[in-house]
């Protein structure tokens, strides 16, 4: 008699996200392997993560064609895709990498203007002084040293850590998809309707964007995809570049305005559904956490994201710094000294997708129970998730992705803008805006 088969470890992590959801997966579906891997290679199970965190939101969403693994893989490796006018923006600051230091390493982030001022400021350097200057102020300092100099100028970095198995069970423990109900609302959403698009289970609902870089853009992204209304607000002294915009902003308006304002606060008593992308402590002092928005707006679903979590909810992160201080970095290394890295920002696109996965769920939820919803992730919580699955000693050699086959094209004012197409089966991406460019209403 054959024994059955241990599930893969993309089915596991799907049944986790069904059972975090409160949903009873079809036994059938959630076991379907990939055609073949997703070619996202690395000595952790990224592939896996990737196809089980696209596969949830097709599942959800009553998609039942499976998604492309090579489409996967240029949606999560989405930077490389991306093009305006026919040539790739650059992506990545100077400021942004690996540092050595006299007893290690440490990660910066400094993609923004703001934040490669203050690392720099951190380290006692000039706005001249180049990127060799920053290794050389670095290099004879401790790890700790380096962080705390740069952190105490409100620069982001981390040490490049090992891996804390313990903290990571812990961590694994609580939910990855952590969804409570606030308050027993009647069932009186603004726009339900029980004639529902197959193909656009969202359509009429409108969804408030408060995020912003990757993770929740792809998660409001993937709503727009599905019909949402999409209406992304950004603080007008925050810019955020065009290119970034264009890679994740499909389907949705962008506009400038201050939380706060009555404006929005119309906006926000309109809207359906919440995405927040700030950090909790940030959001607390705007009185914006989901106990305050629920009191004032009780059937709302809220999505909540965040780098470290909602136990450090002053601390402000990355994908880039949350593999680093992981263990991930150290565990991708090509050569046992310098760290590496995952072949894709892949915690922050799987945070987005299974984000985008409990919105349709808790829809579905309020639709028969009525009441107001929140699900909390963070990139630490992905990270440990997929430092719990089965990994290989060394990353298997897989073929790059047809770029050509898997992009899709548009003109943004003027612009042709190239970028990578919807993983979603049978549904194409609407054209981006520019950031900014839109009025802020419904």
């Known amino acids: 008699m054959n024994e059955p088969m241990n599930p893969s470890p993309a089915t596991v992590l799907l049944q986790r996200v069904w059972a975090d959801l409160g ?38 969403s009553g998609i039942r064609a499976l998604p492309d693994p090579d489409r996967i893989a240029v949606a999560y490796r989405s930077d490389r895709a991306l093009t305006i006018d026919g040539l790739p923006p650059d992506v990545w600051s100077p400021y942004s990498g690996f540092f050595r230091a ?27 002084d180049d990127i060799d200057d920053v290794r050389a102020t670095i290099l004879p300092l401790t790890t700790a040293e380096a962080v705390d100099r740069i952190a105490s100028a409100r620069g982001l970095t981390v040490p490049v850590l090992p891996e804390n198995p313990n903290h990571d069970a812990r961590l694994r423990a609580a939910p990855l998809l952590e969804v409570e109900r606030m308050g027993p609302s009647p069932r009186d959403g603004h726009h339900v309707s029980d004639d529902r ?3 656009a289970p969202l359509a009429g609902v409108r969804v408030l964007d408060l995020t912003r870089v990757i993770a929740g853009p792809v998660c409001t992204r993937t709503l727009a995809l599905l019909g949402a209304d999409l209406l992304r607000l950004d603080p007008p002294h925050l810019v955020e570049p065009d290119w970034q915009h264009f890679d994740t902003g499909h389907g949705k308006r962008s506009a400038l305005l201050d939380a706060g ?39 709302l679903v809220i999505a909540q994201l965040s780098a470290w979590g909602i136990d450090e909810p002053s601390r402000a992160g990355f994908d880039s710094l949350v593999q680093a201080e992981s263990g991930i970095a150290m565990i991708e290394t090509l050569d046992g000294d310098r760290p590496g890295v995952l072949p ?31 699900v909390r992730t963070s990139l630490r919580r992905v990270a440990a998730e997929l430092l719990g699955m089965p990994r290989s000693s060394q990353p298997e050699v897989m073929r790059e992705s047809d770029l050509a086959a898997h ?5 943004v004012g003027g612009q042709k803008v190239t970028t990578a197409a919807s993983v979603l089966p049978g549904l194409e991406f609407a054209a981006p805006h520019r950031w900014g460019s839109d009025q802020p209403r419904w």
Do not use: K
């Open 23 to 60: 949903i009873e997966p079809d036994v059938a579906d959630i076991g379907t392997p990939p055609p073949r891997p997703v070619p996202l290679p690395s000595r952790l199970a990224t592939g896996d993560l990737a196809w089980a965190s696209v596969r949830a939101v097709c599942m959800a």
């Open 261 to 299: 304002t009555d404006r929005f606060e119309e906006l926000l008593a309109a809207a359906d559904v919440l995405v927040l992308g700030y950090r909790p402590a940030s959001l607390d002092r705007l009185g914006l956490s989901a106990s305050a928005l629920l009191e004032r707006h009780p059937n």
């Open 407 to 411: 992009t899709a094209a548009f003109e």
């Open 102 to 128: 006299s007893d290690g390493w440490i990660r910066t982030h400094g993609n923004y203007p703001h934040h490669a001022r203050r690392l720099r400021t951190g380290l006692g350097l000039a706005a001249g």
């Open 344 to 374: 894709a920002q892949a915690l922050d696109h799987s945070a987005g997708y299974l984000l985008a996965t409990a919105v349709l769920s808790l829809r579905e939820r309020q639709r028969r129970e009525g009441g107001g919803w929140v």
């Open 197 to 199: 698009d197959r193909h």
